[in-house]
């Protein structure tokens, strides 16, 4: 064939680029086509026996738990995951956790919960809280993170809250001091204070964070928050390597709403961390698709990131059509926790796939799929 | 045709954006996070074994580039030297206490009378499962592509070949349990790491009772992992399909006899074993080392100009912060030192290039994020 000069060296580069296209040596900081698929990580070498299964403890819960908690079931099926479930019905109108429920979780260390609806008005306790009280399960995480192929108002969202989850507004100590005045007390301690710096401070150094930010609003309540900034400020000081700020509440729910990239890891106490958190979980895609956990000394209890007390409306639970992905990821997150990170990536792996393709959503996502559909489209895509 | 041949060019060049590649997502986004329990980022202690000739020079690379990450990790060192007689108690000590070693290549002299002192680390403490893992770099050229190979070899047996003349029921039991616990090993590994496949290196056609028991062995555990395929492959023609289409291996389980051989070649075609990260296990304790040649402690020249790659043992160490469960601090070890491989610019001379240990380590830790 008679080539022009140019033409021989176009078609010499274009050869290079075809075969370049297949199996290219990366610059630093391109992915290129190999990349993308499945690199291997340094292989994990476990010790014998760690592939024998571990018991899981379930909890169904109210409303859309058991719908949510049943896809768990059928992934962790069919990803032939080490765990085995123990079920335990509760409800939220019991009036205090069943005994054998906590002996369970206390053999097992590792608890999967959906909701417990909390009745509003007098009596009854929240079933959530007493069970963090009981297993002091005082660090709540919520990890909040853009998925690519959901569109949000914001972008380059992975903020991780940690809360504080025994004390605080929470503390359940109320009381009327007179007819027509009552009084509702908020405990801080520096014991609880400094435990939950130092979980989110070694959070933050075995997860490659740079950047601790505490939520307070010490200029009002300046001897509660404040013991909390200064338990903070005195664990900071032990881990020079990470970031540390610190940042009154209004400025904050202000700031995530504008400029959410700014923020990291945020540690805040009890009531500040429950409106951080799902909005942090609202600007990010929604509470039906933040995974979060509760963690102790001893104990973890992972169940949907934010809210884990709404339950869902009759209208969804008719139809089936509850978003399973927040439990789905709180899995991946236990499977993490139960040291079996090739299943967590797996299926995280599977997840996201099904949320960049998008043809199967939630109605909360903008989509029409109900739960079943979704859970077989994760399915599908493990791999 | 040269007009024709710009937008061709253009979309080539455009195609190694991610976006095009929509429907796998991009793995470098943070995984879900990692909820450790309080007390989990406390230190970790190791010993660490600088061991002869290269040995000092790679371990302290691995010990600056632990200090660089601020890892949960510190060594206690110890002394230990090819020609010595045993393996000292304290060293021992040390280790079943830690369950965890980092160690350099001990030289085995040649000849009678000392016992290789790596062998017998390993029985003294049963790590009779050796691990290599065999994969190309990207950036590393290789005349094979698409290797990604782990060898797993049983550790403890070979030195019994001389019962093999004793036909007695004791000593059947006790090579069948070898074989046993290496192809649950083997098959756990697998299952645990999401592989594939599982192929048995043999030469059962003429050691018909010795290997042909490896392969009972083998089968009965593959019965129990429906989901993992298992196949054969004697140990000759294993050789010759590993030079020509080392795609086929996935997890490969062997006897010490072979596993040797196996290993070295799986990590000469992919690399070398510079490169090659690695491990012994057994039910208690854990000892990491360069992959494979562990005794290959590298001659004179090496050593005085400095010039030993480090690569091999940087990865080991990865390997032992995932087994210590810190996997963030692995995931930023491994893919600095990828990354300082990928660019090219800092090699040591059996990848082709002309760097010092030194300079390696150097570009590493500057790699680190």
Redesign the interface.
Known sequence: ML??P??RR??H??KQ??TK?E??????G??????????????????????SPRAVTLIPGDGIGPLVTGAVEQVMEAM?A?VYFERFEVHGDMNKFPEEVLDSIKKNKVCLKGGLATPMGGGVSSLNMQLRRELDLY?S?V?C?NL?GLPTRHDNV?I?VIRENTEGEYSGLEHEVVPGVVESLKVITKFCSE?IA??AF??A????RKKVTAVHKANIMKQADGLFLESCREVATKYP?IAYNEIIVDNCCMQLVSKPEQFDVMVTPNLYGNLVANTAAGIAGGTGVM?G?N???DY?VFEQGASAGNVGNQKILEKKKANPVALL?SS??ML??L????????L??AV??VI??GKYKTKDLGGQSTTQEVVDAVIAAL?
Do not use: W
């Not at 199996?23 to 630093?28: E, K, M, R, V």
């Not at 040291?339 to 797996?346: E, I, N, T, V």
């Open positions: 080539l022009t140019m033409a176009s078609a580069i274009l680029l075809l296209s199996y290219c040596p990366t610059q630093s391109s992915s290129c086509s190999r990349l993308t698929t499945q690199t291997r990580h340094i292989t994990y070498m476990p010790r014998p026996g760690d592939g032939h080490p660090a995480l990890n993170f690519p992975d991780v435990r130092q979980y070694e959070y150094y075995l997860n490659n390597g995974p956990g963690v102790g000394a973890a990821l991946a997150m993490r926790h040291q079996f990170p090739s299943f967590a990536d797996r995280e792996t996201k796939e960049l393709k791999d």
